[in-house]
């Protein structure tokens, strides 16, 4: 998995930074970003569209045309369109939410952000998650942008990942060290 995903990385970051580049000169970054975050969302909404971008059987030209019509449907921003056409016509569609997320880390490091993955056992509330992230600022020194995720099997608390840090305060991993160390003692 961590192959693919350096292959992944190493396919994303000329796009990504084609494509930040071309937003940057024509001052619209935010709008380029939030048109990413919505093919994102459509990609994790969509089991059908996320295995079409991944699907090696449809072949290049037919993944194209799709696109197009997905596109034209859904009003895309022209530079994000024109990104997302060439990645189809390239035969990188599978590499699409890599490129989406090289992307965003682009952006909040113009912005002097820092981007965070924060994993809970049920959906945070918008104050919950204003609290998370003006404590994190204030740990890090940084505005945080914090990207959602939901897996009920933590059962409680969180996982934060910053970087190459990892808060882990899940009931799920405080219970595993718990059978782990009664397994000792017994």
Known sequence: MAAQDSVLTQIARPY????????AA??????????????SAL???????????????????????????ILVEAKAHPTVANLVKVVARNGRLFALPAIIAAFRAMAAAARGEVSAEVTSAVPLTKAQLATLAATLKA?????????????????GGLV?????????????????????????VG
């Open 43 to 69: 990609s994790s909404e969509s089991a059908d569209f996320s295995r079409f971008l991944r699907s090696p059987v449809i072949n290049a030209e037919q993944k194209a045309t799709a696109i197009d019509a």
């Open 16 to 23: 990504a930074a084609a494509l930040f580049d071309i937003a």
């Open 26 to 39: 024509d001052k619209s970054v935010e709008a380029v970003e939030s048109g990413l975050v919505a093919i």
């Open 139 to 155: 740990k890090i020194g940084k505005a945080v942008t914090l990207e959602e995720h939901v897996d009920a099997s933590l059962i």
């Open 160 to 184: 934060v990942k910053v970087g190459s840090q990892m808060i882990d305060s899940s009931l799920k991993t405080k219970l595993t060290a718990m059978k782990i160390a009664m397994k000792e």
